[in-house]
Nanobody, 116 residues
Framework: QVQLVESGGGLVQAGGSLRLSCVASGRTFRSYVMGWFRQAPGKEREFVSS???????YYADSVKGRFTISRDNAKNTVYLQMNSLKPEDTAVYSC??????????WGQGTQITVSS
């Protein structure tokens, strides 16, 4: 069992930056692919970014060039650095841990609000 706890959410003006953190319990963190998802009010949850154990990263087109995902296996933590934030980035952001093509564990989410 893996528990994920996000932090770093809040209110920021458009053009600003935030860094999200997600700390995972368990000793197998380094073997999981870690991802960030978001869900805006009235919309379905969407993929934001992921990072594999190898370090390979993937991003949704909407955040490429603005967001950076990273992981620190020694700290069981995955980060999402978000720059040049836009009002349309407003959502609840959740981290997830996956393996074998499926996401198995989810955090509770943290709210990001970007004001115009």
């Amino acid at each position: 069992q893996v528990q994920l706890v996000e932090s770093g959410g809040g209110l920021v003006q458009a053009g600003g930056s935030l860094r999200l953190s997600c700390v995972a319990s368990g000793r197998t963190f380094r073997s999981y692919v870690m991802g960030w998802f978001r869900q805006a009010p009235g919309k379905e949850r969407e993929f934001v970014s992921s990072i594999f154990a190898s370090g390979s990263t993937y991003y949704a087109d909407s955040v490429k060039g603005r967001f950076t995902i990273s992981r620190d296996n020694a700290k069981n933590t995955v980060y999402l650095q978000m720059n040049s934030l836009k009002p349309e980035d407003t959502a609840v952001y959740s981290c997830a841990a996956g393996a074998g093509g499926s996401w198995h564990y989810w955090g509770q989410g943290t709210q990001i609000t970007v004001s115009s």
